[in-house]
């Protein structure tokens, strides 16, 4: 069984940046693709970016250009740097697997 476990969360002002980190652990030789994942406050879960276990991305439209996903398999670890942050990305960030495992989420707060 893989755990995943995120950091990184917190208050920033709108333009700025945070780097959510996504560390797992146990079964890892099990993961392939792995994903963020956000739910505002009232909103359903959206989908934010994805990496493949190679290291192709794709992002969400509304975060393209903004924010860069990337992993180290060496360290079992996969990233979310956001820039140009605005208060429409406040969430709670999740991570998620292919394997349909989830983390606990960060919260992140972008003030205007």
């Known amino acids: 069984q893989v755990q995943l476990v995120e950091s990184g969360g917190g208050l920033v002002q709108a333009g700025g940046s945070l780097r959510l980190s996504c560390a797992a652990s146990g079964s890892i030789f099990r993961i392939n693709a792995m994903a963020w994942y956000r ?36 360290k079992n670890t996969m990233y979310l740097q956001m820039n140009s942050l605005k208060p429409e990305d406040t969430a709670v960030y999740y991570c998620t697997t292919s394997g349909g495992i989830w983390g606990q989420g960060t919260q992140v707060t972008v003030s205007s």
């Open 39 to 74: 739910q505002a406050p009232g909103k359903q879960r959206e989908f934010v970016a994805v990496i493949t276990d190679g290291g192709t991305p794709n992002y969400a439209d509304s975060v393209k250009g903004r924010f860069t996903i990337s992993r180290d398999n060496a």
